[in-house]
Structure formats: structure tokens, C-alpha cells
């Protein structure tokens, strides 16, 4: 008799820590969303910066300065329901950029074209860790176990934006 209980109670303990240790698995996880997502928005507002820096430039015909501004600040101010489209939208000003660049290489600081370029490279890393992170959390939160035991707790479904898939 003592022996089952004894069974049974290792048997808890051995369940609890298990669902503790998924939960915190769990957590890692969300505070990996958190971060890269944090670390994709400073290079965002970078690539906004560049793109006034470059709308400022001299070399750059009034229209486009016009679009690439208002783009970029659109892009820095808004808010995370705008924020897919004001990304969306400063790509697109971008991808003019790079038409006229071709136009016209001589134009424009090769400085900051260079920049921009590094930035947009490191977006592109930044996005794929986000996305991985995003799946990831996603696919352990789908598991029965998790929601059964809602070990997830009252965090939020993490998501991804619309924008990551046409940024670059």
C-alpha cells in the first residue's frame, strides 16, 4: 500500500515537473519572439532613418523625395495595427529608389546606399529569425498538452506580419 502511494506521488511529481518544464519551455520561446521582434524593429526604424537621410539628398527629384519621406515617416510613426502597411508602403518607395538608382548610380550618396543595403540584408536575416521563432511557439502552443494545461497561460498568440513576406 505504501509503496503504490508512494508510486503515485513520484508519478506527480515527476508530471509536474515535466508540464513546469514545458511551460517555461514555452516561455523561452515567447521571449524569443519578443526579442527578435524587438531586434527587427530598431533595424525598421534604421531603414526609415536611411530613407529620410536619402530623401534629403539633393541628387533626388522632389517627387520621389516627397514619397520617400512621407513613407518613412509613416514607417516610424505607426502603430503596430498600421505598421504592416506603412512597411509595406516604404519598401515599395524603396524599390522606386533602386529603379532611379540604376538610372542614375552617380546621384546619390554611395555611402548611404551602401548602408541601406547592409540594413536591408540584416532586415532579411531579422525576419527569417523572427519567423522561425513565431513558427516555432505557434506549433508548441498547437500541441494537446498545452492547451489542456493551458501552459501558455494569458500570453498572446504570436504573430507575423504581413510585411515580412514582401519587405525586400
Not at 505598421?83 to 529608389?97: D, F, G, M, N
Request: aromatic residues 6%; proline residues 4%.
Amino acid at each position: 500500500m505504501i509503496k503504490s502511494i508512494l508510486l503515485v506521488v513520484f508519478l506527480a511529481l515527476v508530471a509536474t515537473w515535466y508540464l513546469s518544464f514545458l511551460a517555461s519551455r514555452l516561455d523561452r520561446l515567447h521571449h524569443r519572439v519578443e526579442t527578435s521582434w524587438e531586434h527587427l524593429d530598431a533595424l525598421l526604424q534604421r531603414r526609415a532613418a536611411i530613407a529620410l537621410e536619402i530623401s534629403h539628398s539633393n541628387d533626388l527629384d522632389p517627387a520621389t523625395s516627397l514619397l520617400l519621406t512621407a513613407s518613412a515617416y509613416q514607417a516610424r510613426e505607426a502603430n503596430i495595427v498600421e505598421r504592416s502597411e506603412a512597411e509595406s508602403s516604404l519598401s515599395q518607395s524603396l524599390k522606386l529608389l533602386r529603379i532611379e538608382e540604376n538610372e542614375n548610380p552617380t546621384g546619390l550618396d554611395p555611402q548611404l546606399l551602401e548602408e541601406l543595403t547592409r540594413i536591408t540584408e540584416k532586415i532579411s536575416v531579422g525576419i527569417t529569425i523572427h519567423t522561425e521563432a513565431v513558427m516555432s511557439a505557434r506549433a508548441l502552443r498547437t500541441r494537446p498538452l498545452f492547451r489542456i494545461f493551458r501552459l501558455a497561460g494569458h500570453a498572446p498568440l504570436p504573430m507575423r506580419y504581413s510585411f515580412e513576406d514582401d519587405i525586400l
